[in-house]
């Protein structure tokens, strides 16, 4: 296409201007070839001649593409668009987030926006990176999607400027991560790894001049996953700016927590630091700013405590951490004073009092300390020299320690986050968050700049070479022709830098030469590199050289390069610092390889120092320590390799303004960010092929207008769009159709709006003209008819006007008539009521008066009584508290004086020796308990033998005695029988019974006689059973008497066995307990002996300087004074930490051989008694002044001496007494081996090394093991003893059960002895005895139900008769069947506890009858509404009506028929009064339900199922209940089964909780289903087409289908309700639940279109408020209109309106705030600035408009905070509705189906 066409007449153009970057202007002469100017017009109106040079200006983009979500979909992609485009989104519409290709986008808006919330998290989540509005959670979303279904690392890399936003982002983007992938293992890990943050910030963050909160130093977070979930985290950092701790410029800060810690000096733990203002110290006053507004430092230090707990820092750790901080500060207060003024010497005053604060802290010598300040050692081949040195450098010394220490506490502060984040079983894939310092140009750039501008030139290289990949896929997957097109590759720059001879490289060589310096390093560059192109030498004589990277050209200074690369320590003051009294520091300078082995070599080494200094005092670190660029080369290569196994995502973060003022956008700033962080690169290399990309049916939903009819006759999308793309744009190489796209050049797009523009223009023409014809036409007919209207009711109105004037005129002498008389009366009657009023009114008055004089008084004595009483309570306060006061500090004088004389006690040599000898005492008592664990095993061996024969022989009797009443109960069986026909007796007279029996003669004949005869016999022998009940109830009194005492007497025994048991055990532990103790004890010697090592190594170089300053000595001496001085450096330091945390430490590290080897090698070099204390210090200072060096030795030999003497007594000790205690204690264990019991015991030893002292240890092991056989056994032991006692029991209950039986039996005898026809009614029962023992166990069952019936009292209509009872009577046939009577059959059941004997039994008599039939019937006027059950069946009802339950099995059976089958099992326990068994039947109840909702908790049907009949169980309960305000629905027959016994409240409480928690379980299901429809169905889904067309183009946006259809989303809200209604539920609770997913659908829609820009246009408010109507029409047509759920959408439908109304004048805000009245202001602005107008159709709106329509809704609604986007979480509140059940109980049908046979209905 020809420029001609392109530069007409109205085209709008970029110029350059000098302010603003790039201006508009407009074409006013259209551009023709040849022409030298083009004639333009600013937007002020002025002309302007732009001469045209080399090119013509670049063309500005159409409205409609300005403001696009993708840079790269802009017709014409160059720097002013894209400087446009973001300056438009983040000043109008706010958005801080822009696509460009794979980059985001990010520019710091200074100021908090509502788009981070957990909401926003979960609306991002699970969608596509173009379906929703740019965001780091899209861009954070990509990435775990991608991570997740194609297992590949990933990795996030965030870059920008100082102040740009990094840290933000990258917090943001781990918050998302923790956040949406959860939790694997550790429930805390998501809490930990957001904890290292504050951390991160406190120790590595500053403030500066461009920022408050700036990262000096680069970080690599990697996340792993496992499972899509958290696992861990790992962190690594690049290149901290340690010379920040020693020096910062003016207006800017040192590290973060140097100013919390002294903010928060004040704090008790912090008060031993010294910590004053940080204005007091050097190093923290240099900027002069100690103190920002946007930091509170108090509140930063609690979250870094907090963080360092939720990492498991303990707290001694922490505060030790901060003395070291403390430390640094005062170090940097220490004053260097010069000795002449030639600067020869210094040195720093004795009295100093930071030295003395930085001593104190660290434990350290302060002589050492002013020595090695000021000094420094020279290390030739035979000598060693003490060299001084200047002020100067001392003071650089000082700094170079400081930095050092802190460098140390940053890399062990993240060690321990990485311990405290690492995952023990790893991960699968990660995700990792570079936050690296992006491109710095300075006025001075130093080293730091340098390592920063070559790490961003590594990045740099990476993401052009990944724009690229990425750019040739896309076009190789459509099968697109592309030619290969460079790109400016910075692999020159990099090889100038790190190549063979490049700088770094020279830097390093200059760094090891001995004299080497900046100004020689420079020379070396210019004469290697100043033929290089990116090499240059500044014009000005400095040491300077120039880079020319990708992002401009940087000159840098070459002073401070060399001492920056070499990080030179002084090694003598950081052998001072290993020689500290802290652990922690000493673990932070802990040399490589120190350990056993290290200390054994120096401990070797240690005689051999004494004739020549050794050359250790040469740290080996120097020789092999490696540059700082050498470093950061090695991290920075391992950096880029692990970024190269990742698929990147870039983040660039953009800084909009220096004055940190919010939504400023400064072009100039933001066009040199863009320009240096590789932003214009992506847009310069999609510009080289086809940036714009369409899909067919997006090209064809655009650019139908343009489409002829003849191209569409086609069906095939991509032909259509091949004819129309030939016919419109004639050159070919313009556009390409690849396979699912069509790819445009740059300006094509433009070229096609400018073309649909026109087309749609002249239509609309079109148009217009029909419509002004029309209307016109219709406005003349409507006049002309008007007209003659208006002329025939003219006349007709005359006439009538006057007719109505001569009837007024009759009418009103009649109106004024009576007009006058209304207004008499009404005049009397209104004075008639005025004075009423008057006098109510004043005798209201005076009645209130009075009244009031009387409260009045009644307040007075009111409040004088509370005064009186108030002050008496506050004098009584005060005096306590000034008692309290005296008692305090009376008892700190006492506690006082008592510290010290213990502190004197603790210094004296006499103290030491009573430490060892009671070591002496310690061995000699294990040995005495080791004998007497011996003897009390062999002791308890002997009782439990003892006791294991008593016990079978008093089983044995037991038995004898067993099977003796067994056989005494047999016989008695004959008795029992006579209790069936003592029911005869009341039934039947004697009369009626003789009678029968004649008849029954007459027809039999001859078998009188023999009846007769039995007769006779029967009454003979009852005296006989009479007599012989009697023996058996005296013989089973005794028998039972027997057996109490003999269970009495074996309990006795158990109990003695279980206190023999619990004593040895307790000795077992105390002998562990001490072996723990001497483990402990030995730790704390080994450490103690290395850090003396260390001070005798520093102590004999004072010595030799001394010797050097004094008289000489011989070789002798200096050993001897080495000595000394190593004592006096072990009793100037304290005891480092806790042992405890070093076994912990140890255990975790090296195992248990770790502990018993150093066991073994603790006991000759360090005595337990040199252990030094803390007190120590004054009476050694005091000593020095005379010969410290010779007291010292002195007493340090002697101390040496009498340890070894100890020790060498106590082995010989051991030694003799190793034989007797193997002979008497490994007899019963010679199974085990020595090294297997160790292991066992986690005592591993070292191999090869044969000591003697192990024999106590030994020993322990030996009990201990002996110990674990004992209580083995005695626990077996004890669990038989406890089993044969409970059969025991369970035998003596059921004898007692009979002996019950048989006592009720006699009276029943003795009741019925008297009356008339007793011997026949016994001769009966014999018979049938005889009888029942013939025929076997059937009848005997039958025979023991009758007589549980008969001695249960129960009425004789309930009860059993057995079939012999039946054919007594003559009537064979009406007796049960064979299946019934075995259904009565109580051999099965359990004997019956004791306590519920009573009321169980007569339950369980009269519950034996149950029916075969299919379903239960009722027993008319006979049922009491209950099923009776016993305790065992609670789990099978459990079962069958819940776990198992199926209402499918059950067609025709209630809903809720497992509520009303519950609850009649509850009335059954009532009626027994057994709350117990009720109260476990609904616990039961409650957890099955609760266990089958977690099981199937997705699940709609059976949650709601289980809901119902929660509510029904929880109203039945109520219902029946005795609280008569739930009764008044109820019939007479519902109130007759009332419960009576069991207060059903505490159940009522349980089950409203769970029917809570199933309805809230129930609203998840639902939702579960409904989030993935309801975006889809009310936003995405066009029920009117067309419309869609009309959508701006430039938006990112999926091109498939909507998922589901707004009728879809419908069917699944009416299978919800169908659902409820099936199911039973109460109509208000089913209203309530559609009220919720309602709510549901109107906060996620209106939550997304918050969030979508592309949503955001009049057509899509027009298909929006269709939605909503068919969302309320289909509530109108289910009859929901009160449910609630209308006023739940009406959120949506006024953000559907305001998409659709006028948006200009300031009537049009005023009407726009007055509809809103339910959404919140910030939701309105926020619609605003993401509204998309219509091309051609609408004007943007104004940013002036929007404020003004913000001003008028926070003036109107008020300014409080609001939320931008719904909390779619929130759930209303449940009211479940109290319903009386209409079903009788005693109606109740139970299907067969369920299984409950063995519930017996009563």
Sequence with gaps: MAAGDLYVQGARVWIPDCVEVWRVAEVTRSYKEGDAVLHLRLEDGSALAYPIESQLPPLCNPDCLSGADDLVALSYLHEPAVLHSLRRRFVEANAIYTYCGVILVAINPYKPLPIYEEEVIYAYSGHEIGDMDPHIFALAEEAYKQMVRFGKNQSLIISGESGAGKTASAKYAMRYFTTVGGCLCDSSMEEKVLASSPLMEAFGNARTTRNDNSSRFGKYIEIGFSQARVTGATIKTYLLEKSRVTFHAKAERNYHIFYQLCASAALPELQGLGLRGAESFHYTCQGQCTAAQSTNDVADLDSTRHAFSLLGVPEANQLELFSILAAILHLGNIVVRGRDRRGDGCFVEPADKALGLFCMLLGVEASQVMRWLCHRKLVTAGETYLKPLSRQQALDSRDALAKHMYGQVFRWMVSRVNRALRSP??????????????????????????????ANEKLQQLFNLHVFKLEQEEYVTEEIPWVFVDFCDNQPCIELIEGQLGILDLLNEECKMPQGSDGSWAQKLYRTHLSSSHFQKPKTPTDAFVVCHFAGKVEYQCDGFVEKNRDAVPEELVGLLRASKSALLAELFLEEGDGPTSLQSRRSSGPRMAGRPSRRSLPSSQKSKKSISSQFKASLNRLMEMLGSTTPHYIRCIKPNDAKQPFVFDSRRAVEQLRACGVLETIRISASGYPSRWTYQEFLERYRALVSREELVGTDEKQICSLALERLLQDPSKYQCGKSKVFFRAGQVAYLEELRYRRLRSACVLLQRHLRGWLARRRFRRARTAAVCL????????????????????AAVTLQKTLRMVLARRSYLRVRRAVITIQAFARGMFARRLYQQLVWHQKAVVIQAAVRGWLARTRYTRLRRTVIYLQCCYRRVRACRELRRLRVEARSVEHYKQLHKGMEIKVIQLQCRLDEQAQEKQRLAEQLSGLNTAHAEEVQRLRAEMQQLREDAARDAQVQQLQERLAELE???????????????????????????????????????????????????????ERDALIQRMLEQSQDLEEQHRRAARESQGLLQELEEERARYQSLVQEYARLEQGYENLRDEVAFHRQSTLRRSPSTESFLGSESSYLSSMSTAPSRDSSDQQTEASGDTGGDSVVGGLEEGWQPVPEGLQPQPSGEAPLKSSVGQDPFEKAYLLLLGQFNAVNEELARTREELRRSKAPVELEERKPLDFFKRRNIAEMLGLGRSPGKVVVDDDLKHAYDAVQVANRLLASQLREEKQQHEEEVEGLHL????????????????????????QEGLQRHVLQLKEENWASACTGGRRGASGRVTSLNVGSGVPPEQRCWGPSAWTELGRPDVGPTAQDTAGCDLRSSPPVKREATGPVQKLAASAVVVSQSPVMPSLAGLSQAMLAWRMEDEGRIIKAIITDYKPQSSPGALPDLPAYILFLCFRHADHCCDEPRARSLLDAAINAIKRVMKKHSDDFDLVALWLANTCRLLNCLRQYSQDETYWQGNTVRQNEHRLQNVDPQSSCCSLGALAVQLYQQLIRTAEKRLKPMIVAAMLESEPIQGLSSSCPPGHRRSSAAPAHTLPELLQQLGSFRAALDLHGLAPSVGHQVLRQLFFLISGTTLNYLLLRKDTCSWSCGIQLRYNISQLEQWLRAEGLQQSGACEVLEPL?????????????????????????????????????????AVGLEERISPSFISSVEKKLQDQYGGGPSQLLV?????????????????????LRIPDALNLAFLVRL
């Excluded at 310092?437 to 070559?454: A, V």
């Excluded at 705030?1713 to 339910?1718: A, F, P, Q």
């Design 791 to 810: 002329q025939r009711h003219a006349r007709g109105m005359l006439a009538r006007r006057f007719a109505r004037m001569l009837r007024r005129t009759r």
């Design 1291 to 1314: 035998d003596i209950c059921s004898l007692k059960q009979l002996s019950q039986q048989q006592a009720a039996l006699i009276q029943d005898l003795q009741r019925h002895q008297g």
């Design 425 to 454: 079983e790893g991960h699968r894939t990660s995700i990792g968050i570079l936050d690296i310092y992006g491109f710095e140009m300075f006025e001075l750039n130093s080293f730091e700049q340098f390592c920063i501008n070559y």
């Design 1693 to 1733: 439908v006024q953000a559907a309106q305001l998409l659709q109304v006028k948006k200009v004048t300031e009537e049009d805000a005023g009407a726009l705030c007055s509809l809103c009245t339910v959404l919140s202001t910030q939701q309105v602005v926020k619609i605003l600035r993401a509204y998309t107008p």
């Design 987 to 1041: 039934k039947h007279s004697v009369k009626s019974c003789l009678g029968q029996e004649v008849e029954e003669l007459k027809q039999v004949g001859l078998s009188v006689c023999p009846g007769m005869l039995l007769l006779c016999w029967g009454s003979r022998g009852l005296s006989r059973d009479l007599a012989r009940l009697a023996e058996v109830e005296a013989v089973k009194l005794q028998l039972g008497e």
């Design 1767 to 1787: 909390d779619t979480s929130h759930l209303f509140p449940v009211h479940l509705p109290f319903t009386t059940s209409p079903l009788h109980l005693d109606e």
